[in-house]
């Protein structure tokens, strides 16, 4: 089993900016891929950064420019970088993570979200 833990999101003004973190502990052979969703009230989940383990790394449209997803592989831990805060990002934040369980198993655990607030 896999636990994924978010924690850095708190209330900040636009403009400022938050870094989240992602720790995943737990029986881990390696992790292929991290990456960062989100969900405001009354929407879907959405993607908003993923990261290879090789640090290739993709990011929604919105956040473009203003956000930066890194890790540390040693770690086994992600981040987010949220620079330039907007209202509309507001939304719990999800860590995803694919974990490989050994050269042939793998799985996708999510952690429990933290809250992102940002106050116009």
């Known amino acids: 089993q896999v636990q994924l833990v978010e924690s850095g999101g708190g209330l900040v003004q636009a403009g400022g900016s938050l870094r989240l973190s992602c720790a995943a502990s737990?029986?881990?052979?390696?992790?292929?891929?991290m990456g960062w969703y989100r969900q405001a009230p009354g929407k879907q989940r959405e993607l908003v950064a993923v990261?290879?383990?090789?640090?290739?790394?993709n990011y929604a449209d919105s956040v473009k420019g203003r956000f930066t997803i890194s890790r540390d592989n040693a770690k086994n831990t992600a981040y987010l970088q949220m620079a330039n805060l907007k209202p509309e990002d507001t939304a719990v934040y999800y860590c995803?993570?694919?974990?490989?369980?050994?050269?042939?198993?793998?799985?996708?655990?999510w952690g429990q979200g933290t809250q992102v607030t940002v106050s116009s």
């Open positions: 737990g029986s881990i052979f390696s992790i292929n891929s």
């Open positions: 990261i290879t383990v090789s640090g290739s790394t």
């Open positions: 995803r993570a694919e974990v490989k369980y050994s050269s042939r198993s793998s799985a996708v655990s």
